[in-house]
């Protein structure tokens, strides 16, 4: 992928020299959960970057290690079982890995927030929604609970909750989950991070309330200039909202692309079979193309490429070697930016 | 069928069907039998829903209960399903649609309404009669990890219907009976006497349409059936389910969310809201000529999986959630959603009919739809 200079990892003040240097770097990250059944590779070498204001939508099935490397970034990993072996995660060029626990509680949830999938379990249902919400303002900047209290006031009006001076001493059960979503989003926003993660933050809601929430989310990331890092595995989800996307397969990333490049031709056999496989909306296809088999069990990758059972175009090498990212580029030799593919055959799932 | 049903009825209008009557009970029971056991033609109706209701009492206070409202989960829907068709129905969370699935597995008592099955009310029947009917519907659930029992191998859960229907297998033929159908749904037939825990989600859902093809039923009943599976196994079940329903003859009514998913395997559609229909017809008419609004922002909002149809499609941006079913609005039920709404919506029903304007014309426009204002709009194609 992008191989970032030296000079870019030179931490920069909060606010002006945003622009260089990007955002949010992982690299070569490894993530590993020692079970009684064997050591289970979650994350094998994920490589990613995000700037401010940019969209990077993480792609993958169940398993695929999309929401782990997730809660790396985060520092939530259950440790143990789960180990991190080797990789960096650099937030505006400082490793977060080799930082104390007192220097990432500071850039927990001020600096970087995360979204989570399931609103009603990831809220307490003991709290008022306005504790909740306040507890940010209390626990990171000493405010009074009166001051907090009317922080998250301005905070739920601002996800456009409505009323929201009479419900701020609501409980969790009694907000729909378009509403708790919502608060989820106003309480990632409260401290106007520079980084959010939202995992799956619409996989539980219908579509009508998804397209309000989807909406709401990009229009505090435009306003704030955050980068936002989109974890899902819905396809469409991804085709409205994200600059550039990363496929993950078995803890790997298989492919990266800007959006529009993505969709229009696929540089890796799992996207290709990804994209075919799901029913469209505005047309009514023949059989649908299903890919064959099941994810692997991440305790016993395949060797080689680890697509390669599932794979239709796999030959002797995907058994053998493991694919790197490959520089994709057009047929005449020009590379195309921020395209990679990990197929050893990615010329000819493009081209050919 | 026609003989039972007396020629082709309009759609409000009620099937005939013999009473039952306490005298004739047992008569009358054989002859539900028969009529329930002779076969319907390609394209008959198989299953006719009217005006079926269910609400959910409210009760308070433990000693001296005292109902002080309902949930009305559905509230009076009519449709009919053909026999060797799929009909979807769709609708958000809370609009419904599950507890239709339920009422017509007489899962739960319908508190109003009738459900034709072969000409017979199924909600009246009874004895030997009602259990041919069970044997005929059966159903395919939302979650392959909880419609399992954990405890019982794979050959027990697909084995256990002949349990309660001895006369569908003769009991030293079960075994292979079970191992054929593992066959069919694509699953090797030496897993008999493994467990549930064993299989992943995809191998999961295929057992449980392995257990409702056991007793070889007319009609399939599929609650989400591929919700909780990944996008790659998606495609594998919604293969093999198309593939079953051609080789079995069977009718399907799936029930889902996914409208993508809906428009693909379905041959006609029902939009429910709030316990209600909004709109049914063919999936053409539906998905690329809607007339009612809330079928219009349903189909605008689901996002398509093409960057490029997204600059040129317009979306509707529904404001609010679904209101509660406790408490519906008066009128039309979508008014306080919708973008169209005047007076007349908020005192008068929509009928579930073909709208006025369209009444005769020879256009896809021209099925059924609840709106007082009615109109066509493409909102799935890029413009």
Redesign the interface.
């Given at each position: 992928m992008t191989i970032i200079d030296k000079t870019m990892s030179v931490p920069g003040p909060r606010g002006g020299s945003e622009s260089d240097g990007p955002l949010l770097e992982v690299r070569d990250l490894h993530v590993e959960f020692h079970t009684r059944d064997g050591v289970a590779k979650a994350v094998n070498g994920v490589n990613y970057t995000v700037d401010a204001g940019e969209t990077l939508a993480v792609l993958g099935e169940s398993g695929s290690g999309k929401s782990v490397t997730a809660q790396a970034i985060m520092g939530i990993l259950d440790m143990p079982p789960g180990r991190i072996p080797q990789g960096e995660i650099r937030f505006r060029g400082e490793d977060m890995l080799t930082m104390s626990n007192e220097e990432r509680r500071k850039i927990r949830g001020q600096k970087i927030a995360m979204i989570f999938q399931d609103a009603l379990s990831a809220l307490n249902p003991v709290l008022s929604v306005g504790y909740q919400l306040g507890e940010m303002f209390r626990v990171h900047q000493g405010m009074s609970k009166k001051q907090a209290k009317a922080k998250a006031i301005e905070l739920m009006d601002r996800v456009r909750i409505p009323a929201a001076k009479e419900r701020v001493n609501d409980y969790p059960h009694q907000f729909s989950g378009g509403m708790r979503q919502r608060i989820m989003i106003a309480m990632a926003m409260a401290l106007e991070p520079d980084l959010i993660i939202a995992d799956e933050p619409t996989t539980a809601l219908d579509v009508t309330v998804q397209a309000q929430v989807m909406d709401l989310l990009a229009e505090l990331q435009q306003e704030f200039n955050m980068g936002l890092i989109l974890i899902t595995h819905d396809l469409g989800v991804v085709a409205d909202v994200a600059d550039k996307i990363a496929v993950m397969y078995a803890g790997r990333i298989v492919e990266t692309a800007p959006v529009h490049e993505l969709y229009k031709r696929p540089a890796h056999p799992y996207t290709r079979g990804l994209l075919d496989s799901i029913p469209r909306l505005d047309q009514k296809g023949q059989e649908l193309y299903a890919i064959k088999g099941l994810p692997p069990n991440l305790t016993r990758i395949p060797g080689g490429c680890a697509f390669n059972p599932r794979c239709p175009k796999a030959e002797d090498i995907c058994r053998t070697d493991v694919p790197v990212l490959h520089q994709v580029s057009e047929q005449g030799g020009g590379e195309i930016a921020g395209r990679g593919s990990a197929c050893h055959f990615w010329k000819e799932t493009i081209h050919g | 069928m026609a003989e039972l049903n007396k020629g082709d009825e309009p759609m409000d209008a009620t099937p005939n069907v013999s009473e039952v009557d306490a005298s004739g009970a047992a008569a009358t029971e054989s002859a539900a039998v028969e009529a329930i056991e002779a076969p319907v033609e390609r394209g008959e109706p198989i299953l006719q829903v009217r005006n079926l209701v269910k609400h959910f009492p409210l009760t308070q206070g433990i000693v001296l209960k005292r109902q002080i409202g309902a949930v009305k989960a559905v509230d009076g829907i009519s449709f009919d399903l053909y026999q060797g068709e799929t009909l979807g129905i769709v609708g958000?969370?809370g609009c419904g649609k599950s507890t239709v699935a339920k009422l017509l597995m007489l899962l739960e008592k319908a508190t109003a309404g009738e459900v034709y099955y072969k000409g017979q009310d199924i909600t009246r029947l009874s004895g030997r009669a009602l259990k041919a009917v069970r044997r005929n519907i059966q159903m395919v659930f939302q979650d392959p990890y909880t419609s399992l029992n954990p405890r019982m191998t794979v050959g027990d859960i697909i084995g256990e219907p002949y349990e309660i229907h001895p006369e569908a297998a003769p009991k030293g033929d079960r075994r292979r009976k079970v191992q054929d159908l593992l066959d069919v749904v694509g699953l090797n037939p030496e897993y008999i006497n493994r467990y549930p825990h064993q299989f992943?989600g995809?191998?999961r859902q295929r057992i449980g349409i392995a257990r409702g093809l056991a007793l070889n039923p007319e009609i399939i009943i599929c609650d989400e059936p591929v919700s909780a599976l990944?996008?790659?196994?998606?495609?594998?079940v919604?293969?093999l389910m198309?593939k079953l329903q051609d080789e079995f003859n069977l009718s399907y009514l799936f029930i889902a969310?996914d409208?993508?998913?809906v428009?693909?395997?379905s041959d006609r559609v029902g939009v429910m809201y709030l316990g209600k229909m909004a709109e049914i017809g063919t999936?053409?008419q539906i998905?690329d000529h809607p007339t009612h609004p809330y079928t219009q922002?349903?189909?605008s909002?689901?996002?398509?999986?093409?960057?490029?149809?997204?600059e040129g499609r317009e979306?509707i941006?529904?404001?609010g959630?679904?209101p509660s079913p406790a408490n519906p609005p008066s009128g039309c039920r979508f008014r306080t959603r919708c973008w169209k709404a005047q007076d007349k919506c908020s005192t008068e029903v929509p009928l579930l009919a073909v709208p006025e304007r369209f009444k005769g014309a020879d256009t896809p426009a021209a099925h059924e739809s609840a709106c007082h204002f009615a109109e066509e709009k493409d909102v799935?194609?890029?413009a």
């Open positions: - | 958000e969370s992943s995809g191998q990944d996008v790659s196994v998606q495609a594998q919604i293969n198309e969310h409208l993508s998913i428009r693909h395997i999936d053409q998905y922002a349903l189909l909002a689901v996002p398509v999986p093409d960057p490029e149809a997204r979306r941006i529904l404001t959630d679904v799935v194609h890029a």
